[in-house]
């Protein structure tokens, strides 16, 4: 089952990509004032930058389609709040110690290191 989100997502990723994809087949004038593609189209001419608004509609458009049949990559079969969870969970899983080490921890395992069986005894 699809959520609200995912059809909200997959749709204004198809309209956005449409809307990219006509802009560059009709040349719309109206969309290359603006300041980014202005900036593109000063670098590659104009014939580039309506190549690269085409290839930028036909990746929302394929996002869009995809999202909208229910591809997610990072659902894992899980809902929302069960990878809060998990990601929550995380750190009692590390191997490392969240606390720091004591200073008389850290010399004690600099003298056991440097000097073998020669360091500070266990009181």
């Given at each position: 089952m699809m959520s609200i989100a995912d059809i909200f997502v997959g749709s204004v990723a198809l309209i956005l990509g449409t809307a990219a994809l006509i802009a560059a087949m009709f040349n719309l004038e109206a969309v290359f004032q603006l300041p980014k593609a202005q900036a593109i189209e000063n670098r590659f001419g104009r014939k580039g930058a309506r190549i690269c608004l085409a290839v930028l509609g036909l990746l929302l458009v394929g996002l869009g389609c995809l999202v909208l049949v229910g591809f997610a990559p990072n659902a894992e079969g899980r809902t929302g709040q069960e990878r809060i969870l998990k990601m929550a969970t995380l750190p009692s899983l590390l191997?490392?110690?969240?606390?720091?080490?004591?200073?008389?921890?850290?010399?004690?395992?600099?003298?056991?290191?440097?000097?073998?069986?020669?360091?500070?005894?266990e009181c």
């Open positions: 191997p490392i110690p969240l606390q720091r080490p004591s200073r008389a921890d850290k010399l004690r395992h600099f003298f056991s290191a440097q000097l073998g069986t020669w360091g500070p005894r």
